[in-house]
């Protein structure tokens, strides 16, 4: 069964430095989201991607937040200069339908901020 | 604006017996509902959804749960745990407009975790 993968599943940085976050959605899937959540805090929205663009972002995702379709099957999250506060888990979805019920997620990426 | 909260963060239940986990939702329109599960290291999976349809909606792994608009409420359950049950579960809301359309930002609870004790 098709699934949605994440690398890396934990991923370390230092304050100020830069992290990219990957994704390999679905192959037939159209629609590409980044969640988070901050340890003992729900699972919150940041960006949905469609068509090469951003569809919709929270206002968590501000100027030092970014994501890319590179290529035909990578989705990726990047944070310019990391936070403490950016600690958290960080989930990848897709789906082949705006209107789709279901999205597909991936394992998760845990980021620290030393 | 939309909101979801389950009302557990920890519900522990023996082998055998029922399991329930609540959850309340506030929503400007009729919004979809959801439950996803997590097991340790995988990604989220849908168990079950409302969307308008049946208020007793039927999910994957004996899972059932009820929309009752009245309370606002769409608590999970299951008549009889197995230990496999054990897992974190998400209770998420879709965004919908005035249409019922859903669109695919969802709006998550904060988790419960849920124990089976053989």
């Known amino acids: 069964e098709p699934e949605v993968t994440q690398t890396p599943s934990h991923q370390v940085t230092q304050m100020g430095q830069e992290v990219i976050l990957r994704c390999v959605p679905i192959?037939?899937?159209?629609?590409f989201y980044w969640y988070r959540q901050i340890l003992g805090q729900k699972v919150e929205f940041l960006v949905s991607f469609y068509n090469n663009e951003i569809s919709e972002k929270s206002e968590i995702f501000d100027d030092q937040f970014s994501v890319e379709r590179p290529d035909g099957s990578n989705f990726t999250l990047k944070i310019r200069s990391t936070k403490l506060e950016d600690s958290a888990m960080y989930f990848c979805a897709s789906n082949n339908d705006e209107n789709s019920y279901e999205q597909y997620f991936g394992p998760g990426t845990r980021l620290t901020v030393t | 604006a939309q909101s979801v909260t389950q009302l557990d963060s920890h519900v522990s239940v023996s082998e055998g017996t029922p399991v329930l986990l609540r959850c309340n939702y506030s929503?400007?329109?009729?919004?979809?509902l959801f439950w996803y599960v997590q097991h340790p290291n995988k990604g989220l999976q849908l168990l079950l959804k409302y969307t308008s349809a049946a208020t007793l909606v039927k999910g994957i792994n004996g899972f059932e749960a009820e929309f009752k608009k009245s309370e606002t409420s769409f608590h999970l359950t299951k008549p009889s745990a197995h230990m496999s049950d054990a897992a974190e579960y998400f209770c998420v809301a879709s965004k919908a407009n005035a249409g019922g359309t859903s669109y695919g930002k969802l709006t998550f609870g904060q988790g419960t975790i849920l124990t089976v004790h053989p």
């Open positions: 929503s400007s329109y009729s919004p979809s």
């Open positions: 192959s037939n899937h159209l629609y």
